[in-house]
Each structure stands twice: as structure tokens, then as C-alpha cells.
């Protein structure tokens, strides 16, 4: 490869959609985000303009590019990653989607997937790693097809496209010539067997979604279509495509059995690649692929936190305690503990090990001497306390012992948390030199395909710790903080359980 060469990792997430150009030492050379629109029409509902999300994802893409006096040319191949689930419905013969994409946080389909978990939850698991739970695509997709007007008879006559934001913006790139998406995305729409690495056809039929909606399924490392010239001024292929959670993995270089990453993002999601072989949780966790590569599957353990960074941007501006969200560590040492206080932020309902989808964000131990400090620290400490629930499952789940979590994300520029999550877990916290590592792991996947890098083992030499924080509470004080989270979550669900029987 010539030395003047790139990775483009477009890496669209959540909140906003980001570029990033990599070099061959892994090192980030330039890169560009943009903000997005929120849309909430009705209380649980989160959607997204899909239009806005291509037109924010090529307007970052070329604004990199002009950033790093980088002609398209010089681009060797298209690593993509993105928000998993969210779930975009289009014509085929316009490229325009019939409904707002509906983001993974949504709620709307909860009464759906409740009335299936008698019946399916074991069907389900077995098949497709999940539970039944409205996070996932399918009774999303479902849910477009009965609610758009003649949405339904347009997707059985083989018009309508369906796809995760990977497969929207592959089809958008492509001008229309590619429909596809990779196994780590296709597994997070409750419609993919992920042992016979096929879609589901009972779960198809289940949800009514007519299979000539779905995209073709490639390797997470292969060749997935060409950016047309149009768009950055040259033909480049897109070779590398992994849902942002298992970009991460990837990039963190967790290709080992046992070894665990966790992304502090809007949400918190935590992985642990477990091989080659399916391994269904028995607590509460889900299994998902975590890439394919040269035929052979990875598989990992998933433990997924619905809010995380979002308790931050509540702070921020819902209860403008703050004007910048990297203020809030300093409001958080404006006091030495939390003085009793915790904050459990199911905005959403609660993930992994509760799966509570009625559950709703709760503040206990409130006192007439608790200010905005004891809140703010409260907040931060949700994170890691959820954290250290995911991760005792995954420890039952696995059998191993975790000593070592290697951490990325915004929320790991923040001392305090990564302390405190050091402190509750027991266990070191490690925070890499490359610290974009969902898009990393997509540029890395892409860039392998077309040698731009040798191998893994060529890959593995680049990454390079930074940080590691080192456990500093004694087992007790860590047993009081645990036993006072949990009797917080305890109280969350009662109070759901309490308001859904009013």
C-alpha cells in the first residue's frame, strides 16, 4: 500500500454522525462529527430522520477529507459502523424511506414483545441469542408495516427494503446497488439464527416481515459494495462493517477468548468474545456474533445498559445543572461521596440482567443537605454500578474471572468514574492509547480486506495501553456500595411493578 494512503471509518451513531481517517499505525489523522436531530413524538417513542443521518454521514465524510488535504484517491477502503437496531423501512424504486427510522431506544413495541415472551422467549434465545424485548429490529420493523399506510402490500409485492443504519447507508452510497449488512448487525434484529447463520424463516413469519425486505448477509470483512464517485469524488469500496459494539471489540483487540471491552457511550455495552462456539446465557445476558472473518464466527457475551451518557445529557439539559457536559466531573468533586444518594437512570426501562421495560429513573436516599454535587457524583456512579451487574453476569455466564476491562468511549476522559468503576468492579480498568476504537475496529476490518494490514497479529502490535486505574477500596467498602445499588434497583422495580398494577 502506498505510504500516502487512508482508512475512511464512518462511524454513525445515536446522537451524531462522525468520520474518522486512520492511519497505517491506527493513528487518527483527521476527523469530523455532526449532530443530529432528536425526535420524540410521544412519551418511549425515539425516532430519527434517516434523510438526516445520510446527508449529516457524507457532508462529515468529505468535511475529513478537506480536513486532511486528503483526495479520495487516497483512500484505500470504507470501514462503516453504526447504531445497532435502529431500523430504517424504504421504497426501492425511490431510495426513500416511507417512516423515521425508529432508534433502538424505543419503547412503542413493549406490549408486543411482552404478549411473546410466554411462548417464545426459549424459541427466540435459541435461535437468535436475544430475549424478547423491543430493543431489537424486528417488531420495529413490524410496527412500520402496520402502521404506514400500504406499507404492508408494498413490502409483499417486493418493493420495500428494510435495514439497519449500516445497510441505509451502504444502499445510499452504492446509489441503490447494494442491500446488504454484515452478521454482527444482522444478529441484533431478533430475525437471524446465529448458529445456522441464516434469517430465521418462524421469526419472519412471526412478525410478518416478507424475506424480499431483508439484505444480503456478507462477512464483517469482504466487499460490501462501492462508495459511487459522486459522493467523494472517486470510487472507493466499502470493506469493513460491524455494529458499533462489536467495531469496539475489534478495536480494542479483544480477539482472545475471555478478553472484555466496555463502550461508555450514550448507553453502556459490554462484550466478552467467547470463541467460536454459540453459548445461550443463563443470566440475562445476550449472545451475539461478534465478527466473521475468513469463514470462521466469533461469538460474545453482550450486556447491554440503555443509559449511560444520556444521564449526563439530563444533567446537562433537562436539569441544567451544568452548560458543558465535561463540567460535570468537577461538580461531581465538589463532594467527597454521594452522601448516600444514588441515581438509577432507567429513562428507558433497564437492560441487562433486569430487562425491566417498565421500569423508569428513580433517585433514592434524598436528604434536606443533598445538592447538585451528590446528584451529579450519583449519576456518574450509575454507570459503573451498572457496569459491575453486567459484569458479575458475564463472569456467571463464562466462568472466568474478570481481571481486566479494557474501557472506551467519551465518558473514560472522566477520572472519577474510571476510578470509582476500578473500585466497585475490583478489577483493573485499562483505557487505550486510540481511544476512537468503534471506529478503529470498523477501519481495521476494512483495511484488512484489502491488505492495507497483513493480519490481526500485524494489528494487535498497535494497540498500546494508556491509562490503567488500579482498584483502591477495601472488599467492604465495596460490599456496602453494592448492597445500597442494589436495594436502589430494588426500589425501581417495585415502583414499576407498583404504577403497572394501579
Keep these: 500500500m502506498p505510504m500516502d494512503s487512508f482508512i475512511l471509518a464512518l462511524d454513525q ?32 417513542w425515539v425516532e430519527h430522520n434517516p434523510d438526516e443521518i445520510w446527508s449529516s454521514q457524507i457532508s462529515v465524510a468529505t468535511e475529513v477529507l478537506n480536513k486532511a488535504h486528503v483526495k479520495a484517491r487516497q483512500i484505500s477502503a470504507i470501514g462503516i459502523t453504526n447504531q445497532r437496531e435502529t431500523t430504517v423501512v424504504w421504497d426501492k424504486r425511490t431510495g426513500r424511506a416511507i417512516y423515521n427510522a425508529i432508534v433502538w431506544q424505543d419503547r412503542r413495541t413493549t406490549e408486543r414483545c411482552n404478549s411473546l415472551k410466554e411462548q417464545w422467549s426459549d ?9 424478547i424485548d423491543s430493543y431489537f429490529s424486528a417488531s420495529k420493523i413490524e410496527w412500520i408495516l402496520n402502521h ?7 413490502a409483499e409485492e417486493g418493493y420495500l427494503a428494510f435495514g439497519t443504519i449500516d445497510s441505509w447507508l451502504i444502499w445510499k452510497l452504492s446509489n441503490g446497488k447494494a442491500h446488504v ?12 439464527d446465529i448458529t445456522k447463520e441464516c434469517w430465521d424463516e418462524d421469526l419472519l413469519h412471526l412478525f410478518g416481515v416478507p424475506s424480499a425486505m431483508l439484505p444480503d448477509v456478507k462477512e464483517s470483512c469482504d466487499t460490501f459494495g462501492v462508495c459511487d464517485a459522486e459522493y467523494l ?13 462489536q467495531a469496539a471489540l475489534f478495536g480494542q483487540m479483544c480477539t482472545k477468548t475471555g478478553m472484555v471491552k466496555n ?40 450486556g447491554s445498559v440503555f443509559i449511560a451518557g ?10 441544567e445543572f451544568v452548560r458543558n457536559s465535561a463540567d460535570i466531573e468537577a461538580l461531581a468533586l465538589s463532594v467527597e461521596h454521594t452522601d448516600g444518594v444514588y441515581v438509577v437512570p432507567a429513562f428507558t426501562g433497564l437492560g441487562a440482567p433486569y430487562w425491566s421495560q417498565e421500569a423508569r429513573g428513580t433517585i433514592v436516599g434524598l436528604s434536606r443537605g443533598t445538592h447538585k ?24 455466564d463464562s466462568g472466568v474471572e474478570i481481571r481486566e476491562l479494557r474501557v472506551d468511549g467519551g465518558a473514560t476522559a472522566n477520572n472519577l468514574l474510571m476510578q470509582f468503576q476500578s473500585d466497585i468492579l475490583g478489577a483493573d480498568v485499562v483505557c487505550p492509547h486510540q481511544l476512537e476504537t468503534t471506529a478503529l475496529g470498523a477501519a481495521y476490518l476494512a483495511g484488512l480486506h484489502v491488505g492495507y494490514w497483513d493480519s490481526i497479529q500485524e494489528i494487535e502490535a498497535i494497540w498500546g495501553k494508556d491509562r490503567i486505574f488500579n482498584p483502591k477500596k477495601t472488599s467492604q467498602e465495596r460490599k456496602v456500595l453494592i448492597e445500597g445499588w442494589q436495594r436502589a434497583v430494588y426500589s425501581t422495580q417495585a415502583w414499576a411493578s407498583y404504577t403497572n398494577n394501579s
Design 233 to 245: 469524488g472517486h470510487e472507493i469500496p466499502i470493506t469493513g462493517v460491524a455494529g458499533d459494539q
Design 373 to 396: 454535587g451528590h446528584i451529579a457524583r450519583a449519576s456518574l456512579e450509575s454507570m459503573a454500578y451498572q457496569t459491575y451487574d453486567v459484569l458479575k453476569a458475564m463472569e456467571a
Design 310 to 319: 444520556a444521564v449526563v445529557q439530563w444533567l446537562r439539559d433537562g436539569l
Design 123 to 131: 424459541r427466540i434465545q435459541r435461535s437468535t441469542g436475544l430475549v
Design 181 to 192: 449488512t454484515d452478521p454482527t448487525n444482522a444478529s441484533r434484529t431478533m430475525l437471524y
Design 13 to 44: 451513531g445515536t446522537t451524531s454522525s462522525r468520520a474518522i481517517l486512520f492511519d497505517k499505525n491506527g493513528k487518527t489523522v483527521a476527523k469530523a462529527q455532526k449532530e443530529f436531530n432528536q425526535i420524540f413524538p410521544q412519551s418511549g
Design 263 to 302: 463502550t461508555y457511550g450514550t448507553g453502556c455495552f459490554m462484550l466478552m468474545n467467547i470463541g467460536n462456539e454459540f453459548v445461550p446465557s443463563s443470566n440475562k445476558l445476550l449472545t451475539t456474533i461478534a465478527w466473521k472473518i475468513n469463514g470462521k464466527i466469533n461469538y460474545a457475551l453482550e
Design 148 to 154: 404506514v399506510e400500504g406499507a404492508r402490500a408494498l
